[in-house]
Nanobody, 121 residues
């Protein structure tokens, strides 16, 4: 069974930093895109950053210049380095991955359970 296990959330003051990690476990064939989304109370889930297997990234304008996404393909892990955090970054952060579990099957969309990031002013 494929699982995405997130870690690294917490509470920080504005201007602080956090690093989120998301590791894919289980028997898989390949991972295509990996990414992070977030959902604040009363708001829709929004894209934060994505990275494809070749390394190309897509970063939301709201976090560009402050957040960096990276991945370790050997460890099936994606990271989100968050610097200069702002109170508006407070949200539940979800890891997402497009995973093929068999060579002949198309990729499925998998989500982590979410990790809370709280930024106080």
């Amino acid at each position: 069974q494929v699982q995405l296990v997130e870690s690294g959330g917490g509470s920080v003051q504005a201007g602080g930093s956090l690093r989120l990690s998301c590791a894919v476990s289980g028997i898989i064939f390949s991972i295509n895109a990996m990414g992070w989304y977030r959902q604040a109370p009363g708001k829709q889930r929004e894209l934060v950053a994505t990275i494809i297997s070749g390394g190309r990234t897509n970063i939301a304008d709201s976090v560009k210049g402050r957040f960096t996404i990276s991945r370790d393909n050997a460890k099936n892990t994606v990271y989100l380095q968050m610097n200069n955090l702002k109170p508006e970054d407070t949200a539940l952060y979800y890891c997402n991955a497009e995973i093929s579990i068999r060579w002949h099957l198309g990729p499925g969309n998998y989500w982590g359970q979410g990790t809370q990031v709280t930024v106080s002013s």
